[in-house]
């Protein structure tokens, strides 16, 4: 064969042509920052005193005594987040009340003077061997808040506050990230004065010199708060960041526990000037301690996707919150959830389609092989395309020798140089038409879209606008697959019964006689209208992976088509309570409630009721004695049941009442004896009855 020496020359002259590096776009991260954001998911542990007492912020006046987990396992903690793909766990030694989980010399509220393992228990330690053991690194919060301690608001506290934070720096190994909660001064117990006390939030911590003690004993660790100086609070406690989310942020003009910093400076800012990344944090309850009342109520698999994609795929690092329970346990429905969430995740990112493309770029520094386009499909995190100084409005192209299904585009900057790009698009040949399926802001060290299936034989990324040359280190192409989770079975006030699933590409099986559903039982196609006592089970079935999802099973009894509520007058109110929606509310008087009834439209055997207290998040009006009575014609009464909700206030589910024997009746009515908290007003989610048959 012959050789062309001449072309052979040109690409041996090309390869060794001397080419300056991109220049950085300042801010940039140091290196422990960017280490910080390659781990991307690990988990926060809520556990102490307020766990015990079922409160989410301790006063500070309970006894330590109360501190008592029966089955306390710190290697669970760390085997449920190392099976979930956590890479962390950051554990608050110190909530607001201020008690310790570890024996800290200066104080006595601690787990020194509590009865679990007779007071010689070090649960930090503990953690630190038991994270070691799994390899995960381990962070600490501590609250610089104190409801505890008498001299919170006064100066000598900081000196107190740095010695704890001397003890916890030096005795527990490498911490990887201190975490500054943003909640500062209020009311307290504050060694029995029990009074406010507030502080000068840019001032009383002197933060300044607290960071230069952390930096001193732990040079890699990662500052925490609303202004870092590390990394910063993403501004809500749900787990979401921003479509638009720079790094930098404008560091100097905020402080912790600062107002209007949600609004104003949690998304970052293109002129930020300090390297700030943000972190997502969001509990996997609705609260952040464990309280039974949320056994059931652990997010769903769907929601703890949606978190995973807005948080780091938005660039954040997800900081997913796990209550121990009060054996000092992560709670099994968590761990379920943990566990559905880590499969998904790797079923999502199984298969890098962009691997096996073909890649063509507008534009590529100095035209060298080190910053030519394969280098952004190469699946080395150290090597980038890059475009010339200048050149921001660039595109970069996949080729595929076949089209490809996909239906999630993954983008990574090289944010070692800083952030750059402040807008893009993508688009997608389809059938030999070019089609644009996205339109995005920012991209940062990680950006995931989102979209249904597309079939396409060529992707193109057209970046629009941008803080200087294009450095993208990684693009991915992926097509995940169905979620493939039990259906949630609603039913409204008209009967409608509905089987909701995240994902519309499944399958929905189900029976209506009890029986478990197969494949061969009725596929759900639309809602379905079901009156009668009916026991419901289902179940998905993705007929591409054959995988299934488990059976969920609901009992319904008679539907509420015809209930009304009124007065004794027959003024109507307000349905909320019978509209078989336990997320929507009736606030009602004592009084008013006494002299309500509940019209069931037809004469109806019953032999119970049900009674759901308000399941929002910071629970009240909840009733804890009752009386119940029923009725043929609505103005002779006959009680039917009385007495109290045993431990409703602690765990606020459904209520369900059992008569000594069934009996026929069109009205039936709720008396409120006591509410929680001896309150006037009751805040009702759902009242409903117990029929015959579906006993």
Known sequence: MKINWFLFLVIILQSCAIVESPNPVLPIPREQQVIWQEMEYYGFIHFGINTFVDKEWGYGDKSAKIFNPSNL??????????????????????????????????TEYSVKNSPWKNGKGDLIKELAKACKEYELKMGIYLSPWDRNHPDYGKPNYIKYFRNQLTELLTNYGDIFEVWFDGANGGDGYYGGAKEIRTVDKKTYYDWNNTNKLIRKLQPNAI???????????????????????????????????????????????????????????????????????????????????????????RNSTLLLNIPIDKRGLVHENDEKQLKKLTAQLKRDFANNLALNAETKASNIRGNVLKYDPDKAVDGDKNTYWATDEGKTKESLTLSFKKPIQFNRLLIQEYIKLGQRVKQFSVEAE??????????????????????????????????????????????????????????????????????????????IFYTLNGSNPSVKSTEYIDKLNIHEPTTIKAFVFDSITNRKSEVTTKNLDISKKLWEISTENGIRLSELAIDDDIKTNWPVSKQILSKSKINLGKITNVIGFTYTPTQTRWVSGVITHYKFYGSIDGENWIKLSSGEFSNIIANPIQQKVIFKKSIPIKYIKLVADRIMGNKDKAIIAEIGIISNKQL
């Open 430 to 507: 389809i059938n030999g038409t070019w089609r644009t399926i996205e339109r995005q802001t920012t991209i940062g060290y990680k950006r995931i879209l989102r979209f249904e299936n597309i079939t396409a034989s060529k992707i193109r990324l057209n970046f629009e606008a941008s803080k200087g040359s294009l450095l993208i280190s990684n693009v991915g192409v992926y097509n995940a697959p169905p979620v493939v989770e039990a259906p949630l079975i609603k039913r409204n006030k008209q009967g409608e019964v509905t089987l909701e699933v995240p994902d519309k590409s499944v399958s």
């Open 223 to 313: 500052i925490w708060s609303d202004n870092g100086p590390d990394a910063r609070w993403i501004g809500n406690e749900h787990g979401f960041s921003y479509k638009t989310t720079w790094s930098p942020l404008l560091r100097d003009s905020i402080y912790g526990g600062m107002t209007n910093y949600a609004v104003d400076y949690a998304m970052g800012q293109e002129n930020g000037t300090h390297w700030v990344p943000g972190e997502a944090d969001v509990s996997i309850r609705p609260n952040w301690f464990y309280h039974k009342s949320d056994d059931d109520k652990v997010k769903t698999l769907k929601q703890l996707l949606d978190i995973y994609y807005q948080s780091v795929g």
């Open 73 to 106: 396992d710190v290697r669970q903690w760390a085997r449920v987040a190392k099976e979930s793909g956590m890479k962390g766990l950051i554990v608050t030694v110190k909530h607001h009340d201020g008690f310790c989980l570890w024996p800290s010399k200066y």
